[in-house]
């Protein structure tokens, strides 16, 4: 069914929901899975314009995809790491064409009215932007 799983990730207790259920999916289809995080701040935005380095936060959410991605290999999986900067929704829908990605999985945090205007929504702005299948996962409400 699926081969390659793209797995947007925020670096929130929210991934949690989408990487439970990813695991169980890819070991189901014998996908692999390609985590990705969008450093969407200054400096990741401006990274080349700027000739800037890779900033603390940058390498902070490097560590974080790499650690998340070594659960998976350890569970049994084929994962790999993509830390991209630049704006969200973009990056990646053009990481999921460049991986080969089948489907983009993804956890939503079910933001509604006024709060999903103020926030914003990636998945909404991705759905627009890829044809690659999205799954979204809605987070359970905090307790």
Not at 65 to 79: I, N, P, T, Y
Not at 82 to 102: H, Q, T, W, Y
């Amino acid at each position: 069914m699926y081969t390659r799983i793209l797995v947007p990730l925020e670096n929130t207790r929210t991934d949690r929901v989408i990487v439970a259920h990813v695991r169980v999916l890819a070991r189901h289809c014998g996908a692999s899975v390609v985590l990705i995080h969008v450093a969407d701040g200054f400096a990741a935005r401006n990274i080349e314009q700027l000739d800037l380095r890779e900033s603390e936060e940058m390498r902070r959410d490097r560590a974080y995809l790499d650690a998340v991605c070594d659960e998976l290999v350890a569970d049994g999986l084929s994962c790999d790491a993509v830390l991209a900067c630049g704006n969200p929704a973009d990056e990646i829908s053009a990481a999921a064409a460049r991986e080969g990605a089948d489907l983009i999985a993804m956890a939503t945090h079910g933001h509604r009215g006024l709060n999903d205007l103020i926030r914003g929504s990636v998945a909404s702005e991705l759905r627009h932007r890829t044809h690659v299948p999205v799954l979204m996962v809605r987070e359970s409400p905090a307790k």
